[in-house]
DNA sequence: TTGTAAGCGTTATCAG
DNA sequence: CTGATAACGCTTACAA
């Protein structure tokens, strides 16, 4: 591969000489500049990004670590973080954390961006923390980590799910399940605690055995659903704490002969794509993907530009009512 | 941010014991490595990959060109890549080849990772071209271009549009319309030249009524459903160039009234994942995304291997029958 | 076993 | 306006 040294000599001028030429810096006389193009042109010339990086130590791209790098969930995020940060003329490289110790964190160890932004609760905190750096400033989505250089754009979980909860309440459900995500997420912490507070608002109290176990895949819903089947045993409702969950859930129960949502309704979260095909249509709470990935470009900007123990940012959710909550039909039980 | 030079000036030893003990080379007295460790402990330094790129002349990464970035559509291609990638040791970033002028192909020029997988027919040929180098290899997806160091994984469009077509022949549709894409797209080139052949060979000809202009998108489907709805005239039945079109023409079709597949019939192609929920089923063309994937990093492998010239790898595909393309009911009209 | 020094391909400072 | 030269942070002969 052809280096700057190669166009200097071919040119007959220095490597200096060339840089300045080929950066369109002023002071180069047109007839030379002429001459180094022309070299470049002949050797297909590429300057090379690395060498370029180290030496002026920025890249002007920053990385964004997603759960799983797939899913229209996340196809308004990137559009959000992208058109923040092409505004900036900077790039955006994506990689997934997926594995039990994701390579991704490679890339937020070894400064190969020149920030991050973070959608996992995979990565350890204390190498968030180690890593965070007024040069490389990390931005957490739907997650906290206390530290100078790292903020965090999150979304009420709490709230969001006790209005879900609420909803479910108004439509005259009594028995009322929850559908978690593993345990030690805070995602579906907060929402447990919503679901929490909005029956508990209502005088009643959360039975464990109307907590289900689910693990944020559509598998872990369906297997939900043949365990309640087998059980015998149906709530009225079922808030899942994503919609994946909810529509395995639902396949599940209709394959049990289950009416959805004559027989039991659902509620999910996120409102993926997904939830707008499938019959019944999903009640579900939708996060702001596109603002959350704006806002995030945003604050990871402010970061760059040195400001420092920025506040988080909570953005409203939005709950969206279609088919499968609807009010209950009075039944004579 | 600490470098090597303040671990080596807090152990009191010399850079280059410090880059042995830390990259656990043998010849490192314990004693020493303990102190040096220490020292890089204390100091929380994280050594600076771009460096070590540039001084190694590689990157173990991987880049991964996508025309979106979102979309379950990749969700398979990336689990492929991945696979085989993660096992060489190998990480994987994507970037998407969106807008006009993509920033992405600065990553395809600057050698920011050690090859390149490529999924878009945005990215011109010639740049393609003088990118590839030995230590720079390209494998594109569904899309050839010369040279020695670039090699494709393919579907062959041509056959499985063939046979999609062929299906709604022997399942009793005459008048079968194409809803294609972007006319220079090569797939949906391909794909209109299987719906030709199959018509040809069932003695038909194509018709220049019945060839709708879309753009891939579920927007462009729905728009060739209301210039259809507006001037009167319908098909038996359409064959979609993609399953987001077919999708977004079948929701125009029924919000027109007309019932879909009674009334026309629809084939699709790609088979992503709303077209097992979308009603009625859609009968789609299954492209190998995992296999097409992880073939595309093999492939590349063996080109990073010092290996040149590969011939294209053409995949198979399946064609998926769903609801939306039943024998046709024989009516008395 | 450890240190010295060269070099990866750039950009930038400073003379000339 | 152009050319030496140092430096970015690291790895690796080679020497000690």
């Known amino acids: 591969m052809a280096t700057i040294k190669d166009v200097a000599k071919l040119a007959g001028v220095s490597i200096s000489t060339v840089s300045l030429a080929l950066n369109n810096q002023p002071h180069v006389r047109a007839e030379t500049k002429e001459k180094v193009l022309a070299a470049a042109r002949r050797l297909n010339y590429q300057p090379n990004g690395i060498a370029r990086d180290l030496k002026l130590s920025k890249t002007e791209t920053i990385g964004l670590i997603l759960p799983d790098l797939a899913g229209p969930f ?16 900077y790039d955006v490289v994506a990689m997934s954390a997926i594995g039990e110790r994701p390579k991704s964190i490679r890339y937020i160890q070894e400064k190969r961006t020149d920030g991050m932004i973070i959608m996992s609760q995979q990565i350890d905190a204390t190498l968030i923390r180690q890593a965070a750096r007024p040069d490389f400033p990390i931005v957490l989505l739907n997650r906290e980590v206390s530290s100078n250089h790292v903020t965090s754009v999150m979304i009420d979980n709490r709230k969001a799910a006790y209005e879900a909860v609420q909803l479910m309440i108004r439509q005259g459900y009594s028995e009322i399940a929850y559908l978690g995500g593993p345990e030690d ?10 679901y929490q507070a909005s029956l508990h608002e209502a005088g009643r109290t959360v039975e464990p055995k109307w907590c289900l176990q689910g693990d944020f895949t559509k598998e872990g819903g369906y297997g939900a659903a043949k365990r309640l089947l087998a059980e015998g045993m149906l709530p009225q409702a079922i808030f899942a704490a994503n919609d994946e969950m909810a529509i395995g859930l639902i396949e599940g129960l209709q394959q049990g002969g289950i009416g959805i949502p004559e027989e039991m309704a659902v509620v999910g979260f996120d409102d993926i794509q997904l939830a707008s095909y499938i019959r019944p249509t999903l009640t579900t709470v939708r996060q702001p993907m596109y603002q959350l990935g704006s806002t995030a470009a945003k604050l990871l900007f402010r970061l760059l530009d040195g400001e420092s123990n920025l506040d988080a940012v909570v953005l409203d959710t939005h709950l969206i009512e279609r088919d499968s909550c609807p009010p209950k039909a009075v039944t004579q039980s």
Do not use: K, P, V
């Open 74 to 89: 996340y196809s308004e995020l990137i559009r959000g973080i992208q058109d923040f940060t092409t505004a900036n003329h």
């Open 185 to 194: 997420a805070s995602d579906n912490r907060n929402r447990f605690y919503g």
